[in-house]
């Protein structure tokens, strides 16, 4: 399945931000994904639950942010979000666009347990003898 490769990857990424973070099990990840991504949103969402259930992010949360399909005109200048996937600028009608976002898949926020060291392992001398 495609959204399952492509959720692992997602998974794959977070944890080595994670890690990278001194974080462990992930608790939330939030997801851009855009009409020209070509995944569907609850295939993802499906992918999420069966890839973290039995490991130590089974208590992880998946946010799926369903982004526009944004363009910029190059006869114009206009920024416009297109409703109907029609590569043509809503203002002047021309069809030299440039797309700025909703064609990805973007990993925007990973949040992690962060196991910290008791403070007698943090402290060379004394750790609170006298």
Do not use: K, W, Y
């Not at 998974?11 to 995944?39: C, D, K, M, W, Y």
């Amino acid at each position: 399945m495609h959204e399952e490769s492509l959720m692992r990857s997602v998974i794959n990424q977070a944890e080595a931000i994670a890690r990278e973070h001194g974080g462990s099990a992930l608790e939330a990840i939030t997801v851009e994904i855009g009409p020209l991504s070509g995944v569907e949103p609850q295939l993802m969402q499906s992918a999420f639950e069966r890839l973290v259930a039995e490991t130590r992010h089974a208590r992880a949360r998946l946010t799926l942010n369903v982004v526009p399909l944004s363009i910029s005109c190059e006869q114009c200048g206009q920024q416009s979000e297109l409703v109907e996937i029609r590569f043509e600028c809503p203002h002047c009608e021309a069809r030299d666009v440039h797309i700025n976002a909703g064609d990805n898949i973007i990993l925007s926020e990973v949040v992690a347990t962060v196991e910290q060291a008791p403070a007698c392992e943090a402290v060379q001398t004394g750790c609170g003898r006298e």
